[in-house]
């Protein structure tokens, strides 16, 4: 826009000169015209603003490896009798999980004919290798003349249109193992309200009798009068689940690589859907950056699973204030889990206030010799690399 402003004024300083020279009446009309031809530009961009509409539309994404390729186009609409002109926009992609912008600058020429309506599609693309919940948003959206001297912001109400759309972790091959012998030392008072368990003090469901089931699950006095032999499902202690801590809290202003942020989460969908593999229900919970409380899903399928992570990866990480762990156990006394998975970028010191005879297992991204086993106060450490992640972490133990 710069140079056809400087193309201008010599044009318009090369035509008056003309005219002072030579003092003739049609050198003075084309001087007069040439002068007021940037304001008749002016008035006509000014009535086109309200007859250009934009939409946005996420079309594709394609995996490669680790590369994601996106795929979004622009619908710019317009309709006017005056000769179109450019439209320029300014897009900002921001990754909400690790916290990073990019942004793209387009401009699309928008020629209609005279009263009709036209759609100009502009298709773009970018690629990351990072999962997490992208926004797409048009942040500045401007109307230009087709000789490029003015530009107008069209209101921004007229071009809220953003796009948000999750690219989902990596999935490594994992083999959990749970240590049967571990219970928490507490009498559960939740149980679960959507699976059966075996514990006789609590009832699940009522249901007629199947071929193979316990003789002593059959409910007698419901089968007498009802005349069907029914039997008692018992209900699931929630010392008998598994839960995971997504630490996403940083106690300093430390800053972790976008690469550990992505590589982490990929630990945690890795061992989420190897837990649903052996039909293992579990709960997980991370800081809710939005409301600053610890958001808690019981996860029992995959499609729960995955509505979890993708809520997770709109949270960015927290700088300060208490970790997941100190978090969760405000207003409890002990934690009711027999088994406890914390996956961290780092050690945190106050992860021992989850131990309750129970068994604790802190998840971390290291560098260095691989540490695996007790470490004192009631935890077990597995470390691991960002570069091995998928050796490190293989097989694990809960």
Same mark, same amino acid.
């Given at each position: 826009?710069?140079?056809?402003?400087?193309?201008?004024?010599?044009?318009?300083?090369?035509?008056?000169?003309?005219?002072?020279?030579?003092?003739?009446f049609?050198?003075?009309s084309?001087?007069?015209?040439v002068?007021?031809?940037p304001?008749?530009?002016?008035?006509?961009?000014?009535?086109?603003?309200?007859?250009?509409?934009?939409?946005?539309?996420?079309?594709?994404?394609?995996?490669?490896?680790?590369?994601?390729?996106?795929?979004?186009?622009?619908?710019?609409?317009?309709?006017?009798k005056?000769p179109?002109?450019?439209?320029?926009?300014?897009?900002?992609?921001?990754?909400?999980?690790?916290?990073?912008?990019?942004?793209?600058?387009?401009?699309?020429?928008v020629?209609?004919?005279?009263?009709?309506?036209?759609?100009?599609?502009?298709?773009?693309?970018?690629?990351?290798e990072?999962?997490?919940?992208?926004?797409?948003?048009?942040?500045?959206?401007?109307?230009?003349?087709?000789?490029?001297?003015?530009?107008?912001?069209?209101?921004?109400?007229?071009?809220?249109?953003?796009?948000?759309?999750?690219?989902m972790?990596?999935?490594?091959?994992?083999?959990?193992?749970?240590?049967?012998?571990?219970?928490?030392?507490?009498?559960?008072?939740?149980?679960?309200?959507?699976l059966?368990?075996?514990?006789?003090?609590?009832?699940?469901?009522?249901?007629e009798?199947?071929?193979?089931?316990?003789?002593?699950?059959?409910?007698?006095?419901?089968?007498?009068?009802?005349?069907?032999?029914?039997?008692?499902?018992?209900?699931?202690?929630v010392?008998?689940?598994?839960?995971?801590?997504?630490?996403?809290?940083?106690?300093?202003?430390?800053?972790i690589?976008?690469?550990?942020?992505?590589?982490?989460?990929?630990?945690?969908?890795?061992?989420?859907?190897?837990?649903?593999?052996?039909?293992?229900?579990?709960t997980?919970?991370?800081l809710?950056?939005?409301?600053?409380?610890?958001?808690?899903?019981?996860?029992?399928?995959?499609? !729960?699973?995955?509505?979890?992570?993708?809520?997770?990866?709109? !949270?960015?990480?927290?700088?300060g204030?208490?970790?997941?762990?100190?978090?969760?156990?405000?207003?409890?006394?002990?934690?009711a889990?027999?088994?406890?998975a914390?996956?961290?970028?780092?050690?945190?010191?106050?992860?021992?206030?989850?131990?309750?005879?129970?068994?604790?297992?802190?998840?971390?991204?290291?560098?260095?010799?691989?540490?695996?086993?007790?470490?004192?106060?009631?935890?077990?450490k597995?470390?691991?690399?960002?570069?091995?992640?998928?050796?490190?972490?293989?097989?694990?133990?809960?």
């Amino acid at each position: 826009m710069a140079k056809n402003r400087v193309f201008y004024l010599i044009l318009l300083l090369t035509v008056w000169v003309t005219y002072v020279f030579g003092n003739e009446f049609g050198t003075l009309s084309i001087a007069i015209l040439v002068t007021l031809f940037p304001l008749f530009l002016l008035l006509t961009l000014r009535l086109r603003l309200k007859r250009v509409s934009l939409e946005l539309s996420v079309d594709e994404i394609v995996a490669e490896g680790k590369r994601r390729t996106v795929y979004f186009s622009y619908q710019i609409r317009y309709r006017g009798k005056f000769p179109g002109g450019c439209v320029w926009i300014v897009t900002h992609m921001v990754n909400n999980y690790i916290s990073e912008t990019m942004t793209d600058s387009i401009k699309a020429a928008v020629r209609p004919l005279a009263g009709r309506e036209k759609t100009v599609t502009v298709s773009r693309s970018f690629d990351t290798e990072a999962c997490g919940e992208i926004t797409i948003t048009p942040e500045t959206f401007c109307l230009m003349d087709s000789f490029g001297l003015w530009k107008l912001k069209i209101p921004y109400e007229r071009a809220s249109v953003k796009q948000s759309f999750v690219i989902m972790p990596n999935l490594f091959p994992m083999e959990v193992s749970i240590e049967e012998d571990v219970t928490a030392m507490i009498d559960s008072e939740r149980y679960s309200a959507n699976l059966a368990g075996n514990d006789p003090g609590e009832t699940f469901a009522i249901r007629e009798y199947i071929a193979g089931d316990s003789l002593r699950t059959i409910h007698w006095k419901l089968s007498q009068k009802t005349d069907k032999l029914l039997v008692r499902e018992f209900g699931l202690p929630v010392v008998n689940q598994i839960l995971i801590l997504f630490e996403n809290v940083i106690l300093d202003e430390k800053k972790i690589p976008p690469e550990k942020k992505v590589v982490l989460v990929d630990v945690l969908n890795s061992l989420g859907n190897a837990l649903l593999e052996e039909q293992k229900i579990f709960t997980l919970c991370f800081l809710n950056h939005g409301i600053e409380e610890i958001s808690e899903f019981e996860i029992q399928d995959k499609e !729960q699973f995955h509505e979890a992570v993708s809520h997770l990866l709109g !949270q960015p990480f927290t700088h300060g204030g208490e970790t997941v762990a100190s978090r969760y156990m405000q207003g409890r006394e002990v934690c009711a889990y027999a088994h406890v998975a914390v996956l961290a970028a780092e050690t945190f010191p106050d992860y021992d206030l989850l131990y309750n005879g129970n068994h604790v297992t802190l998840i971390v991204e290291e560098s260095g010799h691989r540490t695996k086993g007790y470490v004192g106060d009631g935890l077990y450490k597995i470390n691991y690399t960002t570069e091995n992640v998928r050796e490190d972490l293989g097989q694990i133990s809960l």
